[in-house]
Nanobody, 127 residues
Framework: QVQLVESGGGLAQPGGSLRLSCAAS????????IGWFRQAPGKEREGVSC????????YYADSVKGRFTISRDNAKNTVALQMNSLKPEDTAVYYC??????WGWGTSRRPRQIDFWGQGTQVTVSS
């Protein structure tokens, strides 16, 4: 059974950090591009970051560039998202996602094309 399970969400103060982790089971993670989407209340799901399966190239949304870092550990079948300098506008449910590639990760139609989703983890940034 294919599963993606996120962990590491929670409450952080503005300027703080959180580290999200996504563990895959039922398939080898290195067969897929892996990334993160997020969805805030009343907003569409948006692509945050992705790491390719081939050369490890990455995508970051402009809103998180320089603050978030994605990394994958194929031996452990996990992907992490290190989030630094958090802002209140980063508050959302964060979803791990697996697909064949990272192309168009930041486009509005991309969530409809994703092969596998995790259940989501809440990130709240507030003082």
């Amino acid at each position: 059974q294919v599963q993606l399970v996120e962990s590491g969400g929670g409450l952080a103060q503005p300027g703080g950090s959180l580290r999200l982790s996504c563990a895959a089971s039922g398939f080898p993670l290195n067969y897929y591009a892996i990334g993160w989407f997020r969805q805030a209340p009343g907003k569409e799901r948006e692509g945050v970051s992705c790491v390719s399966r081939s050369d490890g190239s990455t995508y970051y949304a402009d809103s998180v560039k320089g603050r978030f870092t994605i990394s994958r550990d194929n031996a452990k079948n996990t992907v992490a998202l290190q989030m630094n300098s958090l802002k209140p506008e980063d508050t959302a449910v964060y979803y791990c996602a697996a697909d064949s590639n990272c192309w168009g990760w930041g486009t509005s139609r991309r969530p409809r094309q994703i092969d596998f989703w995790g259940q989501g983890t809440q990130v709240t940034v507030s003082s």
